[in-house]
């Protein structure tokens, strides 16, 4: 069964601090990877887009790392800051055309 | 260039009744997907819909029904309506296969509440 795992469900730290947000997957026959940032109530917006062929894409503070031979994938964020609060779901293509998504990290920025 | 745009964004139904949501895809693309995200977990797929035609589908009873139209927007119709339908309800849309890069885009979803 292709699963998604995020952990932990949730993480504070203090503004300023980098931080990193782990997902695995099982299956490494995969698409693409996508990270997405979800504020309460709302709905998903695109961070990056990894595909199968990447190992890495960067977006101004964040970078995430794709390694499929273990099944992982990070979004780094430096330098945090409050407005970072929310959210952020991993998210994979198996190659089906659908996403199987992880529980997402509920992360919070401490000022 | 307007994005993923859902209708209603909140909405308020009994059990059993049935209930359409709206989706209109971001400009320039024609394939749209449905999503359900209960509280506190990930969105899970339902189903998919492309030139028309349900593509493929997820693990949903066939309560849940849809439709995309020529102008490629789509509708989610949910029959007989269980408590446990109640969740967000996510529209994503991507590109055409010729272009596609396999990325979503996602609307800020329908706020469904079975009572």
């Known amino acids: 069964k292709q699963e998604v795992t995020q952990i932990p469900a949730a993480l504070s730290v203090p503004e300023g601090e980098n931080l990193v947000l782990n997902c695995s997957f099982t299956d490494s026959a995969i698409y693409n990877l996508q990270w997405f940032r979800q504020d309460p109530g709302k709905g998903l917006t695109s961070l990056l887009l990894i595909q199968s062929s990447q190992r890495e894409q960067t977006s101004g503070r964040l970078n995430a790392s794709l390694d499929k031979s273990s099944g992982r994938s990070t979004l780094y964020i430096a330098a945090s800051q409050p407005g970072d609060s929310a959210t952020y779901l991993c998210a994979v293509n198996f190659g089906n055309e659908k996403l199987t998504f992880g529980t997402g990290t509920r992360l919070t920025i401490i000022p | 260039d307007a994005g993923v745009t859902q209708s209603p964004t909140h909405l308020i139904k009994t059990r059993g009744q049935q209930v359409t949501l709206r989706c209109s895809p971001k400009?320039?693309?024609?394939?749209v997907s449905w999503y359900q995200q209960a509280l506190g977990q990930g969105p899970q797929f339902i189903f998919q819909y492309y030139e028309e035609e349900e593509r493929q589908r997820g693990n949903f009873p066939d309560r849940f029904s849809g439709h995309q139209f020529p102008n490629y927007s789509s509708e989610l119709n949910v029959n007989a309506l269980l408590l446990g339908d109640s969740a967000l309800y996510l529209c994503a849309s991507s590109l055409p296969l010729e272009e596609h890069t396999g990325e979503l885009f996602f609307g800020e979803g329908s706020r469904l509440t079975v009572l």
């Open positions: 400009s320039g693309h024609d394939t």
